[in-house]
C-alpha cells in the first residue's frame, strides 16, 4: 500500500511532466485492476464455500449444535464483507458523476439511520441547512462513505448516546458532520485512523474509514477527526463546490 508521502510524491511528478502522468495513471490502474482480478478469484470459491455451508444447515440442522459451527459461518461473513470492502476501496477512485441534491441526499440518509435506530436507547438528531446546494457527486460512494461514518458513531456509543448528523456550507464548501458522544479514540489511534488493513476494533477489517477518506478525497474533498476518549468523535467531510 502507498503511503502518503509516496502519493504526495507521485502527485508532484505527474505535474512535473505529462509523461510522469501518463505511466503513473497507467501503473494505478493496472493495480486497480490486478486487485480486481485476486478479489473476482477469491470471491467465486468462497460463494460456492458459503451456499454449501448454508444448504449443510438447512439440511442438517442439528449442526448448528456441532463445536465451532457457528464461527465458521461468523468467519465466512467476515470474509465476504472484507471481500465486498477491499472492492470498494479498490474502486473508491472511480465516481460516476451526477447533479445531487444534497438536502434530498442527506434527508433521505437520516431517515435511513433513524428507521435503523428506532428501537434502540440511542438519540438521533439532525442539522441541516435550510438550503443546501446542488454539487456534482457520485451519490452512490458518498453515501456509502457518510453510512461508514454514522455506523461507526453508532458502534460507538454501545447502545445508547446521542449521534448528530449535520450539513452546512461555508464560503464554496459543503460540510458534512457525524458526532457522538461515545467512547471517543485514543491519541495513539488518530495517526492510523485511515490506513488501510489497520484496525482498532476487535472484529474490524481496516477498511471502513479508508474507503471514507479515498471517496472524499476522490471528490476533490478532505476528511478531519477531532475526538476526546471517553468524551465522543467528530468527522467533517469537506467537499468544495462551485
Known amino acids: 500500500m502507498l503511503t502518503k508521502n509516496d502519493e504526495k510524491q507521485m502527485k508532484a511528478l505527474m505535474n512535473e511532466r505529462e509523461d510522469f502522468r501518463y505511466i503513473i495513471e497507467k501503473l494505478k490502474e493496472e493495480q486497480q485492476f490486478t486487485v480486481s482480478q485476486i478479489s473476482h478469484e477469491i470471491r467465486n470459491p468462497v460463494t460456492l464455500i458459503n451456499s454449501s455451508l448454508q444448504l449443510i444447515e438447512k439440511q442438517h440442522p442439528e449442526v448448528r449444535n456441532f463445536a465451532f459451527w457457528n464461527q465458521t459461518m461468523e ?6 464483507k472484507l471481500l465486498d470492502e477491499l472492492s470498494s476501496f479498490n474502486n473508491g477512485e472511480r465516481l460516476a458523476l451526477q447533479e445531487m441534491n444534497v438536502k434530498s441526499w442527506v434527508e433521505a440518509l437520516a431517515g435511513s439511520i433513524a428507521t435503523h435506530l428506532r428501537d434502540t436507547d440511542i438519540d438521533f438528531s439532525c442539522d441541516f441547512q435550510k438550503e443546501l446546494p446542488y454539487i456534482t457527486a457520485d451519490d452512490t460512494k458518498l453515501h456509502q462513505a457518510v453510512y461508514n461514518l454514522l455506523r461507526n458513531a453508532v458502534e460507538a456509543l454501545d447502545d445508547c448516546g446521542h449521534i448528530i448528523f449535520r450539513a452546512y456550507t461555508q464560503e464554496n464548501n459543503l460540510i458534512i458532520q457525524v458526532i457522538d458522544d461515545g467512547c471517543g479514540i485514543r491519541d495513539e489511534d488518530l495517526d492510523t485512523l485511515f490506513a488501510p488493513f489497520v484496525t482498532h476494533k476487535k472484529c474490524g477489517s481496516g477498511l471502513g474509514l479508508a474507503i471514507t477518506k479515498r471517496i472524499v478525497e476522490a471528490h476533490d474533498g478532505c476528511l478531519k477527526v477531532k475526538s476526546t476518549l ?5 468527522f467533517t467531510i469537506l467537499l468544495p463546490f462551485c
Open 75 to 80: 468467519d465466512m461473513m467476515f470474509l465476504r
Open 230 to 234: 471517553g468524551s465522543g468523535t467528530c
